[in-house]
């Protein structure tokens, strides 16, 4: 392996931030993982870059996880469950099983970031999240340099949370993920965002797995921008989850807030509204700014610091804190 030194993250990270590493090293195979990890005791672990915002250089070896691969482990007539390497590019693999009729991830498709990631955000868009079709994934020990499998229900999901981003953080480096899928009968889910508009406008009646994701790429496509056009971590923060009392309250104050029903007694308002609400949807700091076209992203305009993006996103929760006191939080990792 090649370990190199002061080595530049920027097209390590989505956001475009020319941090350093100290030390740099892409592992292949979970023999090299073991084989650095043998040897160094201090890392940083990165995957796809696709959801942290770097605010200072890495003064650590930083361990690019790269394996690659993509396996049908069990099928019948119903069900495959297909196994990905950790370093697989996400969208690539979503394309991939929409091309095999593998049904399920088809409204995640574009999401910035690799495979091996997904269950640590437990990621989603458009009322799909990966704890709907995560069978299990495997990860490596960082001090025992054993693998464990961990279930679904071992991962603890929750919105946008899962235990690899609580008790068991920087314990373990997900190394592959299995995800069960179905081969008929597919449930595609149409019902939120604006995906049955996109699919009228399409003249689409009824839609196909590759429909549903043609329109989940034209949406994103029409509101993020490309990160290898303009830095950027797609939604940048949580959309808030309060309790109805706490919404009755806002709402008596701004009758036109949104909002969907989560359980019985908490409801989620989507963040991009209260931001745009705000004033900030399109504005522009120096080189940091929100997007025109949706408020949850911040970007990077081409040489703002980590430390200038976040600035901009301590700013805006104060706004929205104030004007609706309601609380966002950033889901993007802030290192």
Known sequence: MNIQTNFSLKNYNTFGIDAKAKQFVSASSIDELKEVLTANNDIFILGGGSNMLLTQDIEKLVVHVNLKG????????????????????????????????????????????????????????????????????????????????????????????????????????????????????????????????????????????????????????????????????????????????????????????????????EVKVPAGWLIEQAGFKGKRFGDAGVHKNQALVLVNYGTATGKEIVGLAKNIQQTVLDRFGIAIEAEVNII
């Open 70 to 265: 993509r396996d049908i482990v069990e099928e019948n007539d119903d069900f495959v469950i297909v196994k990905a390497q950790a370093g697989e590019n996400w969208h690539e693999f979503v394309l991939w099983c929409i091309d095999q009729n593998f049904g399920g991830i088809e409204n995640l498709s574009l999401i910035p970031g690799n495979v091996g990631t997904t269950p640590i955000q437990n990621i989603g868009a458009y009322g799909v999240e990966i704890k709907d079709t995560m069978y299990s994934c495997e990860a490596l020990n960082l001090k025992t340099l054993e693998i464990k499998t961990f279930t679904n229900e071992q991962c603890k999901f929750e919105y946008r949370e899962s235990i690899f981003k609580n008790e068991l953080k920087n314990q373990f480096i997900i190394t592959s993920v299995c995800f069960k899928l179905t081969k008929k009968n597919h449930k595609v889910s149409t019902t939120y965002g604006a995906i049955e508009t996109e699919l009228q406008q399409q003249n689409v009646q009824n839609p196909t797995l590759k429909d549903v994701s043609n329109a989940v790429i034209a949406i994103r496509q029409s509101k993020l921008p490309n990160p290898k056009e303009l830095g950027n971590s797609g939604s940048f923060f949580k959309n808030p989850i309060i309790t109805k009392e706490a919404y009755e309250k806002a709402k008596a104050l701004h009758p036109e807030m949104p909002h969907y029903a989560v359980s019985q007694t």
